[in-house]
């Protein structure tokens, strides 16, 4: 395995504008360094609100990741927070600036690409301590109906993910990955979030998917996307990998251990970090002395890896 020993946070401060998936409303996020290790956190700057990235303050997981806190909302966090975990950034305080306060932030392209070509061009930096790991020791799992996820101990972080949509166009998707900040880039992070053609009446009519379109989402039509090709054949389960990825980032601490999902979705990944951090005969604390070392440092000049 090849994972950073040491925290990190940013070199300097990074800052991305766009609008929302689901309310179309501006946001503008700065990613800003920390000087020592304290996690990640959001600040909502309106009203000066800081949320901590922990699954204790998850609010709804519908259709994306909320977190809330006196009275503020933060939506759709988990593709930045993909990235940041993706990459390895876990200390980092993230300031938030979006009208009123539910707040949500940008689609951008769909995928965690943008933020991670934005991490890139920040420059990542080590922080003094040492980085700790939440390591699994005997297995957890969660079952909702025919959807299940389930954690189990390993040497490394590794994900399997299984969808299985009653639709041919999407059908049975299923991938397998050893993550590492370079594998993460190249084949979950670019992979765009999806819908179903069918669902979209559905969710304008309760105000959801309003600032989407082809140009932020693969919608999948009864004869495949409507979308002019694939980034990956695979990219619906990797776009559920990718959330995964940010969706552990509410454990507060990188996972060491499997990860199995089958038909999983936000609230399956959330009730997982729920039932780990519940479980303490499930997991211990491990610092990066007692992992194996990383063979060379990861972030070498980067190309973009899509048109
Ligand atoms: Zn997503």
Not at 46 to 64: F, H, K, M, N, W
Request: glycine content about 10%; hydrophobic content about 40%; overall charge neutral.
């Amino acid at each position: 395995m090849s994972r950073s020993r040491v925290p990190q946070t940013l070199s300097r401060e990074m800052v991305i504008s766009g609008r929302g998936l689901h309310g179309n409303q501006p946001c503008e996020v700065r990613l800003v360094p920390v000087d020592r290790p304290m996690g990640l956190t959001f600040v909502h700057m309106t009203s000066g609100v800081e949320i901590p990235v922990r699954a204790s303050y998850v609010g709804d997981i519908q259709l994306a990741t909320t977190l809330v806190k006196d009275g503020v909302r933060l939506q759709t966090i988990e593709h930045l927070l993909s990235a940041l975990m993706g990459l390895e950034v876990e200390h980092l305080r993230i300031e938030v600036r979006g009208e009123g306060l539910d707040t949500e932030l940008p689609i951008l392209d769909g995928s965690a690409a943008p933020w991670v070509e934005a991490i890139l061009r920040a420059g990542v930096q080590g922080l003094d301590g040492t980085r700790r790991f939440i390591k699994v020791t005997k297995p957890v799992e969660v079952r909702q109906g025919e959807k299940w996820i389930r954690v189990s101990p390993f040497d490394g972080f590794r994900i399997r993910y299984t969808i299985d949509f009653p639709i041919p166009a999407l059908g049975r998707q299923s991938r397998e990955l050893s993550l590492t900040p370079e594998k993460y880039r190249r084949e979950v992070g670019q992979a765009r979030t999806f819908c179903l053609e069918q669902e979209i009446d559905y969710m304008r009519s309760k105000g959801l998917a309003l600032g989407g379109s082809l140009d932020n989402a693969v919608v999948y039509g009864a004869n495949g996307p409507l979308n002019d090709g694939l980034r990956y054949e695979d990219e619906a389960v990797r776009h559920k990998m990718l959330d995964l990825v940010g969706d552990l980032a509410l454990l507060g601490a990188p996972l060491m251990g499997l990860v199995e999902v089958h038909a999983g979705g936000h609230a399956l990944h959330v009730a997982l970090c729920q039932a780990l951090l519940a479980d303490v005969r499930a997991w211990a604390w491990v610092e990066a002395e007692e992992v194996a070392p990383r063979a060379k440092a990861f972030f070498q000049p980067l190309q973009p890896a899509y048109a």
